[in-house]
Structures are given as C-alpha cells and as structure tokens.
C-alpha cells in the first residue's frame, strides 16, 4: 500500500509540475520541473523503486538501493534548478 501512495505522491506532483509550467518561458519550465524532481519525485519514486524491487527479489536490503536513486535523482533536479535560475532571460514560450 505504501508503495502506491508514493507513487501516487510522484504521479500528482509531476502533474502539478506540468499545469505550473504550461505556456510558460523554459526558464520557468526548469525552475519549476527542477523543484519538483527535487521534492516531490525524488524522495518517493525513489522509494517505491526501492520497495518493489526488494519485494521481487523476495531480499529486504534490496530496498537499499533507493539510497543510490534518490541522491541521482535529486542531483538531476538541483541541475535543472541551477540551470533555470543562470539561463539568460528569453521571450520563447514553448
């Protein structure tokens, strides 16, 4: 069950990302996917990765490996942040 509610967490969040940056220029496009990867997909795709990997392999410290995913994912959001944030300011909407 939990594994759902994360994914579930994940899924809404990325939504939410997407209706934010609808129409908008790609510097906010980034700013706002990289906050998103960063707090709301990172820590729970990460999670039930981790759990429904050790749930196949029948191995609970299968699970660990969501300590080796969260910290990717999470750097690929701060880049996308840093990138947002330095972009030099456009008028293309996208």
């Known amino acids: 069950m939990a594994i759902f509610v994360a994914l579930a967490i994940a ?3 990325s939504i939410v990302a997407y209706q934010l940056s609808k129409g908008k220029s790609k510097k906010r496009k980034y700013i706002v996917w990289g906050i998103t990867s960063m ?19 029948r191995n609970g410290w299968a699970a660990m490996i969501m300590l080796y995913l969260f910290p990717i994912i999470f ?5 996308m942040l840093l990138v947002g944030i330095f972009k030099k300011k456009g008028t293309e909407t996208l």
Do not use: C, W
Request: glycine share 12%; proline share 4%; hydrophobic share 70%.
């Open 39 to 57: 707090v709301a997909i990172a820590p729970f795709l990460s999670f039930s990765i981790g759990l429904t990997y050790a749930i196949i392999v």
């Open 11 to 13: 899924i809404l969040g």
């Open 75 to 79: 750097i690929l959001g701060l880049i």
